[in-house]
């Protein structure tokens, strides 16, 4: 298991007691991915205290020795759980509105983003947490005025161990023209406090250039930072159609 986040609250936080054993304070939530037992120490010839099922989730508050996490429940020490059966969880509900404005070639857009809902997703111990995207974009002498669903992942996009969390958004419009509407990916990695450009579903609208990436602190930043992307990757192509798109549906 890659506990790189762990490694880097170590560098910068002292060690703390936690029943009787040293270990590097570090704050988060985990789900559990198969049953686990909870021991006194961080071994597995620790006395057994207690036990977690699958698809529970729990509290880490800090990194003992090995791969050995130390746990809270109830507000009071637990025990330690072996970390490499845990599967990180970030806090990806914003209940305030978030707005701000990003900077396209020929022009800018200005963003409204407010939560809605979270959605199971099948096969996934997590959620996808579900918001909508509101723009107004001037480009070009042009005025485009939409809105866009858009949803961040809880746990990781691949249900891997490492907190990199899957970003998307989707411009329905364009759903006129083909057969899937137009979609963006992208990456919130958590560990590195960064987002970065993955994919879209019409090569022809994305624009030329380096990968991208943006710093990100937190989920609020990581979606600021999400449309910053989409919208600046977007290529002449795409608002050519996406002008014809609007002028069809009387937008």
Not at 161 to 188: C, W
Request: with cysteine.
């Amino acid at each position: 298991m890659a506990l790189t986040a762990f490694g880097a609250a170590a560098q910068s936080k002292p060690e703390i007691t936690f029943l009787g054993q040293s270990v590097t304070p570090f704050a988060g939530t985990y789900v559990v991915t198969k049953d686990l037992n909870v021991r006194a120490e961080p071994d597995t010839g620790g006395k057994k205290v207690g036990s977690f099922r699958e698809g529970e989730r729990l509290k880490v508050v800090g990194k003992a020795k090995g791969s050995w996490l130390a746990v809270r429940a109830d507000g009071k020490d637990f025990g330690f759980v072996y970390g490499p059966v845990l599967m990180p969880l970030i806090a990806a509900v914003v209940d305030t509105p978030l707005t701000g404005k990003a900077t396209i070639g020929g022009g800018s857009c200005s963003y409204r983003v407010v939560f809605e809902g979270e959605s199971p997703i099948e096969g996934q111990m997590f959620n996808s947490v579900d918001y909508r995207a509101m723009l107004e974009c001037r480009r070009d002498s042009k005025s485009f005025a939409f809105e866009m669903p858009l949803f961040i992942t809880e746990g990781p996009y691949n249900g891997g161990v490492k907190s990199i969390h899957q970003i998307g958004m989707d411009v329905l419009e364009l759903a006129q023209e083909y057969e899937r509407v137009f979609s963006t990916n992208l990456l919130y990695d958590a560990e590195k406090d960064e987002v970065r450009l993955d994919s879209v579903s019409v090569d022809k609208y994305l624009a030329g250039g380096k990968a991208r990436s943006m710093p990100a602190k937190d989920v609020s930043s990581a979606l600021a930072a999400a449309i910053t992307l989409a919208v600046q990757s977007w290529s002449p192509a795409f608002w050519a159609d996406f002008a014809k798109a609007l002028r069809g549906s009387g937008g």
